[in-house]
Nanobody, 126 residues
Framework: QVQLEESGGGLAQAGATLRLSCTTSGRTSNNFVMGWFRQAPGKEREFVAAMRWNGATTRVSDSVKGRFTISRDSAKPTQYLHINNLEPEDTAVYYC???????????????????WGQGTQVTVSS
């Protein structure tokens, strides 16, 4: 069993930088895929970024590319979502997700993920 816990959300001003963390507990392996999704009020859950557990492959959604990066601390069971130059449109609940053996070409599909965190709220003021 895998558990995910997000942290680092909060209220920030437009233009600021934020780092979200997702701590994993339980069994992981190199075929473990970690993802970040977000859901704004009244909108569908949106893919943001994903990476393989070993960090060898990453992908960031075109909608946030250049401002968002995903990384992992190899010494800790923690992955990060770095958000630069926050925009009010980034306001959403951000979710960490994970799955074993997920086919990389489908990593943007939320239904492919078996494990989810509880989410962390990010609110950006203009």
């Amino acid at each position: 069993q895998v558990q995910l816990e997000e942290s680092g959300g909060g209220l920030a001003q437009a233009g600021a930088t934020l780092r979200l963390s997702c701590t994993t507990s339980g069994r992981t392996s190199n075929n473990f895929v970690m993802g970040w999704f977000r859901q704004a009020p009244g909108k569908e859950r949106e893919f943001v970024a994903a990476m393989r557990w070993n960090g060898a492959t990453t992908r960031v959604s075109d909608s946030v590319k250049g401002r968002f990066t995903i990384s992992r601390d190899s010494a800790k069971p923690t992955q990060y979502l770095h958000i630069n130059n926050l925009e009010p449109e980034d306001t959403a609940v951000y979710y960490c997700a994970a799955s074993y053996g997920l086919i990389w070409s489908s990593m943007a599909q939320s239904r492919q993920y078996n494990y989810w965190g509880q989410g962390t709220q990010v609110t950006v003021s203009s």
